[in-house]
């Protein structure tokens, strides 16, 4: 597999047919998997060597300055040429220093450009300028300004579930609003979800700061918050019950003596299936497997068969019996 287009995969710019070529060589081995966590960890703490480099300009002084001196004799060899056609080289370097005021005003457009993430059925992987990492879930939707140069690395979370992974940058917090609550990280990794009015944050690693209401808290691993817009009361943390809510990252399911009622919430949200599990006796088995890139089709058979259980559909619900 050639690592350009895995590199390409990490940052969310394959197209389909990459994202399926990428994906059966991840499924093949484990050691394709554990290489890919490889390059992603190297991506985060290298950053986006594509960003815009840094230019010196006092050395860019000197060297014109230099060029200046040892030319200057052979401009003197053409002094009766450049006055005659002075006018000539005036009107050019007017063109150059508007061509050079524009092409500024066009940089500094493109770092304010306001830019748009948007999934309908799909999970996308993208890259920020800062070289973080989001995985934004199916129906998602979020939006961040380009200002590479600002103090803040600001992004605003409109709908659905994103995964960040964020580079550490302790000059520069990375934070999220999500409707009136705001999320502030240095470095970490953590999932956030919006839905309606409410506001979901769990973090994976490192700490997350939430701000609302007045409130201020700051949440660890594997703790968790649930803030309404329109909450008044002190918030609650509450601890983590398994690890997935961030199965769309890897679409990876780990099932750890997980009760079935949540095993087919999880299915059910994940591909957009309503589960009725009929007897009571049936919700309260717990199972434990790990699925990586099946399809819903080849969950089921499993889960159904581990179980001895039937499935019927009546209009758009299924009944597991």
Do not use: C
């Not at 999932?191 to 701000?211: C, F």
């Amino acid at each position: 597999m050639k690592k350009e287009l895995i590199v390409k995969y990490i940052v969310g710019e394959t197209n389909q047919q990459e994202r399926l070529l990428v994906e059966a060589w991840i499924a093949a081995n484990s050691n394709n998997k554990k290489e890919l966590e490889e390059m992603k960890r190297v991506w985060l703490i290298g950053g986006d060597p594509r960003q815009i480099p840094d230019i010196d300009i006092d050395n860019a002084w000197s060297d014109f300055v230099r060029m200046r001196d040892e030319g200057s004799n052979k401009l003197q060899t053409f002094n009766t040429v450049l006055k005659r056609n002075s006018l000539k080289w005036i009107s050019i370097a007017a063109s150059l220093l508007l061509v050079g005021v524009f092409a500024f005003w066009g940089l500094q457009s493109t770092l304010r450009l306001e830019k748009k993430l948007k999934t309908q059925w799909q999970i996308k992987h993208v890259g920020l300028p800062d070289g973080s990492i989001v995985h934004l879930n199916s129906h998602a939707e979020m939006l961040y300004q380009k200002e590479w140069l600002g103090k803040n690395r600001k992004v605003q979370l409109l709908k659905g579930e994103v995964f960040f992974d964020v580079k550490k940058d302790k000059n520069h917090p990375f934070v999220i609003e999500s409707g009136k609550s705001k999320i502030t990280v240095l470095g970490t990794s953590f999932h956030v979800r919006r839905e309606g009015i409410d506001t979901e944050v769990i973090v994976a690693s490192g700490a997350v700061r939430v701000n609302h209401g007045g409130q201020e808290l700051v949440l660890k691993p594997k703790q968790m918050v649930v803030v309404s817009d329109t909450a008044k009361l002190k918030i609650r943390v509450d601890t983590v019950p398994d690890q997935l809510y961030r199965y769309y990252v890897h679409q990876e399911f780990m099932f750890e003596n997980t009760p079935l009622t949540r095993v087919f919430e999880v299915l059910g949200k994940a591909y957009g299936r309503q589960f009725v599990i009929v007897s009571q006796t049936t919700r309260e088995l717990k199972y434990t497997a790990t699925f990586e890139q099946q399809t819903l089709t080849e969950i089921l058979d499993v889960v159904l068969k581990t179980f001895d259980l039937k499935m019927n559909q009546k209009d758009n619900v299924y009944y597991i019996k």
